[in-house]
């Protein structure tokens, strides 16, 4: 099984990096992340990055066969078409797809831009282009509906399976609330799953059983080859440095943090998944929608 972590970030150190290191930098940053990907057994990861990529298409270039990178798009840029078209081209150096952040930041400014229609050039643009779009909407998650509804043909991937996670939200009370209304999004076969964060959402330590019920529920609803286990580990270790400095809970203790190597295994030991299923959600699926070549 080539297991396949579909989001981290970088991983530190956070120095104040000189500008005529950038290249030292990209070499620490990537032997740290590969050291990372050593230590639990993860052969392959997609590095999710804001607008500017250069340190994550540096990795992917020079470690094809591990590293790839989703980077944040704008829905401002001067000329979405070609800035999506782009992006497509860039597949063979390892961009797998483009990010959209609605319920980020949280006072609802991209949300808005959602209903007034101001995302449309971009789901347009990568339906066009076949390229895919992991959507972070967590909380929104009716809306994802719409755009997968007007935009039949994109490959729309739900980010943190659309719940409102710890340490940089507040999880919903009960955690599962909202999750009806990701299921209810399985109707539309261009919506898959980041499979991402459920041992965040468990009151009990490892192996996180008050949650596999939950976990079964979005397997029958997607089915496993429309879901993508990732970490995000860089989130709950509090590694990122958006977390680290905006969010400090992130360096303590939380309900819900748990490690790498338990975000792994609470998939790769389930007793509620079945082997095929468990090849699919750990790197199958991603390997398939994102065509990302052995």
């Known amino acids: 099984m080539k297991i396949t972590d579909c989001q981290i970030h970088e991983i530190g150190p956070f120095w104040d990096w000189l500008p005529e290191s950038e290249e030292l930098q990209h070499k620490i940053l990537s032997e740290m992340m590969v050291a990372y990907l050593d230590a639990v057994g993860v052969e392959r990861a997609v590095l999710f990055t804001g607008d500017t990529f250069e ?168 089915g496993a080859e429309r879901l993508m286990w990732a970490s995000d580990t860089s989130r709950f270790a509090g590694r990122t440095g958006i977390y680290r400095f905006q969010f400090p809970k992130t360096l303590g203790d939380y309900t819900g943090k748990h490690t790498y190597a338990e975000s792994l295994l609470f998939i790769r030991e389930s007793n509620v998944l079945t082997p095929v299923e468990k090849e699919a959600i750990l790197g199958g699926t991603l390997q398939r929608v994102l065509n990302w070549p052995n």
């Open 55 to 222: 340190s994550a298409a540096w990795m992917a270039e020079k470690l094809p066969k591990r590293i790839a990178f989703v980077p944040q798009i704008n829905a401002e840029a001067p000329d979405i078409d070609a800035a999506m078209r782009a992006a497509k081209a860039r597949h063979n150096a390892g961009q797998l797809g483009v990010r959209i952040l609605i319920s980020w930041p949280m006072d609802g400014s991209e949300a808005r831009r959602l209903e007034a229609g101001g995302w449309d050039p971009v789901f347009a643009a990568c339906e066009r282009y076949r390229l895919p779009v992991f959507i972070l909407i967590t909380g929104l998650l009716p809306r994802a509906a719409d755009i997968a509804r007007r935009y039949p043909d994109l490959t729309l991937v739900i980010d943190h399976i659309g719940l409102r996670q710890p340490p940089a939200d507040e999880p919903d009370d009960p955690p599962f609330a909202k999750l009806p209304e990701l299921l209810a999004l399985a109707r539309f076969p261009n919506v898959h799953v980041k499979l991402c964060g459920l041992p965040s959402l468990s009151k009990e330590p490892f192996p996180y059983s008050d949650v596999a019920p939950h976990l079964r529920a979005i397997v029958d609803a997607f």
